[in-house]
T-cell receptor, first 110, second 111 residues
Framework: RKEVEQDPGPFNVPEGATVAFNCTYS??????FFWYRQDCRKEPKLLMS???SGNEDGRFTAQLNRASQYISLLIRDSKLSDSATYLC???????????FGAGTTVTVRA | NAGVTQTPKFQVLKTGQSMTLQCAQD?????MSWYRQDPGMGLRLIHY???????DQGEVPNGYNVSRSTTEDFPLRLLSAAPSQTSVYFC??????????FGPGTRLTVT
């Protein structure tokens, strides 16, 4: 079983829609959680960290559910520029190794 | 401030050839790492370093060597290229090991 699993999508949504997707992780000792964004044929870039109480950054909301071992990302009022692959990343305490999910592809159409 | 730079951007090798992928960062980050990205598999950690003179293996280290003689540079060496090493390679640096800053990647094809 992979350490971090994501629904690959694609999620195809119209502009202005809300889209949400999850990422599950297998190690209950997981410590830190992040969402990265990767545009086609580009390098990944940090979108946001995920905090235990949940957090927002503009139109993006991240949630953590430790009991069920998943994190989520919600995008409100989708823009064409939100089209990308979103990577879930999990780390463990005192371990520099990050585990990446394979990504969820979101396509926002006009 | 160039961030993380990688060279070359593209490379084609024949099976058995060796080469070095270059990575440099100008942010004075202690932590650097190399990943490969294959379709449907996400990024997988090859090797990483927590400071000059210190390196360690990641998830898929076989066939690759690294060294870290300076804080700025972290080259990745392919010892004897194989078709299974066809991939996109990303170098990353981090001030803490969590937030990673990635280079633009090297697309490697081994024939």
């Amino acid at each position: 079983r992979k350490e971090v699993e994501q629904d690959p999508g694609p999620f195809n949504v119209p502009e202005g829609a809300t889209v949400a997707f999850n990422c599950t992780y297998s190690n209950s000792a997981s410590q830190s959680f992040f969402w990265y964004r990767q545009d086609c044929r580009k390098e990944p870039k940090l979108l946001m960290s995920v905090y235990s109480s949940g957090n927002e950054d503009g139109r993006f909301t991240a949630q953590l559910n430790r009991a069920s071992q998943y994190i989520s990302l919600l995008i409100r009022d989708s823009k064409l520029s939100d089209s990308a692959t979103y990577l879930c990343v999990v780390t463990w305490a005192n371990d520099y190794k990050l585990s990446f999910g394979a990504g969820t592809t979101v396509t926002v159409r006009a | 401030n160039a961030g993380v730079t990688q060279t070359p951007k593209f490379q084609v090798l024949k099976t058995g050839q060796s080469m070095t992928l270059q990575c440099a960062q100008d942010m004075n980050h202690e932590y650097m790492s190399w990943y490969r990205q294959d379709p449907g598999m996400g990024l997988r950690l090859i090797h990483y370093s927590v400071g000059a003179g210190i390196t360690d293996q990641g998830e898929v280290p076989n066939g690759y060597n690294v060294s870290r003689s300076t804080t700025e540079d972290f080259p990745l060496r392919l010892l004897s290229a194989a078709p299974s090493q066809t991939s996109v390679y990303f170098c990353a640096s981090s001030p803490s090991g969590n937030e990673q800053y990635f280079g633009p990647g090297t697309r490697l094809t081994v024939t």
